[in-house]
């Protein structure tokens, strides 16, 4: 079983800057891949970007490419999400997710096995 545990959501101003993390624990598998997806309200929950835990590989949807970046610690098993030049669309609850293997393509919230709790984040124009 795998816990996850998101932090640093909050209110910023168009323009500004959050960094989410996410910390892992339990057993996770030696090749895994970990994901943040958001929500915003009325809409599905879309793909924001991910990362693959042994290499470092990291993919972004579009919406959020050059704007936001992954990073790991693996000896804190923890992710984090840099968001810049955030946006009023940005407002949704960002949820952190893990799937077992090193594909990073995968957007299909679907094929995530473990879930964060979510944390918002608001963006105000």
């Known amino acids: 079983q795998v816990h996850l545990v998101e932090s640093g959501g909050g209110l910023v101003q168009a323009g500004g800057s959050l960094r989410l993390s996410c910390a892992a624990s339990g057993s996770t598998a030696s090749s895994y891949t970990m994901a943040w997806f958001r929500q915003a309200p009325g809409k599905e929950r879309e793909f924001g970007a991910a990362?693959?835990?042994?290499?470092?590989?990291?993919f972004y949807a579009e919406s959020v490419k050059g704007r936001f970046t992954l990073s790991r610690d693996n000896a804190r098993n923890t992710v984090y999400l840099q968001m810049n030049s955030l946006r009023p669309e940005d407002t949704a609850v960002y949820y952190c997710?893990?799937?077992?293997?090193?594909?990073?393509?995968?957007?299909?919230?679907?094929?995530?096995?473990?879930w964060g709790q979510g944390t918002q984040v608001t963006v105000s124009s």
């Open positions: 990362i693959n835990w042994s290499r470092g590989q990291t």
């Open positions: 997710a893990l799937r077992r293997g090193s594909y990073i393509y995968d957007v299909n919230w679907g094929d995530y096995e473990y």
